[in-house]
């Protein structure tokens, strides 16, 4: 019978597996971050996940989204989740169709030992790691992944010892600098990347 960790074996210890499986990951935002993220988390051997979104796929997002044509006017938590499922079937993802708020955001995600910031305006990120700053999480946020080109641009900086910021806190997604699949996939895996850095070498 498959099992991911099977996968997951020629890559990691024993010890690393167990980590990746008891480590509870909350993605605040289902679009280009968000999926992109979530599916890079769950081959990396991560099963536990607390999705939360309102929004429904839209024509416009499969432009760098993890969803297909068949998705549309679907909620993206719930389309998600399938996707996750479809890598690792021992997946267990709660998911809120709703917009996550300062009111909200600690019955959402208070569970979680990792919480990523996916979100697409600028007052909800800063919401979102306001409200969990302070207490003893890894919160990952992205901010600046516009445009294309001069991918070197989006970096990974270490803001305090449980806080990291990716992208390049300049080409803020907007009329005159819109999201493309390669800058918005590469912030959602450098995202990935220090959720995984930080669960191996931390807890």
């Known amino acids: 019978m498959f ?36 599916l890079a988390l769950v081959r990396c051997g991560f099963e536990k996940f607390i ?34 499922l479809a890598i690792n079937p021992d997946v267990i993802c709660e998911i809120y169709k ?27 990120k800063a919401m979102i790691v306001n409200e969990f700053l302070t207490e003893d999480k890894l919160v990952v946020s992205a901010s600046g992944l516009g445009g294309y080109g001069q991918t070197d641009r989006i970096i990974t900086r270490k803001i305090r010892n449980n806080f990291y910021l990716i992208g390049d806190n300049i080409s803020e997604v907007g009329t005159d600098c819109k999201p493309y699949a390669p800058c918005v996939m590469i912030a959602a895996a450098k995202e990935a990347d220090v959720v995984l850095d930080w669960v191996l070498g931390k807890k």
């Open 3 to 38: 099992e991911f960790s099977n996968v997951n074996s020629y890559y990691y210890t024993e010890e690393q597996i167990q980590k990746l499986k008891s480590t509870k990951i909350g993605i605040a935002g289902a679009g280009g971050l968000g999926s992109n993220c979530a």
């Open 51 to 84: 999705i939360a979104d309102f929004d429904v796929v839209s024509v416009s997002n499969l432009n760098r989204q993890q969803y297909v044509a068949s998705d549309i006017d679907k909620p993206k938590v719930e389309c998600l989740r399938r996707n996750l």
């Open 98 to 124: 709703e917009r996550v708020t300062v009111s909200n955001a600690h019955e959402i995600f208070g569970s979680c030992d990792c919480v990523v910031e996916a979100f697409d305006n600028a007052e909800s």
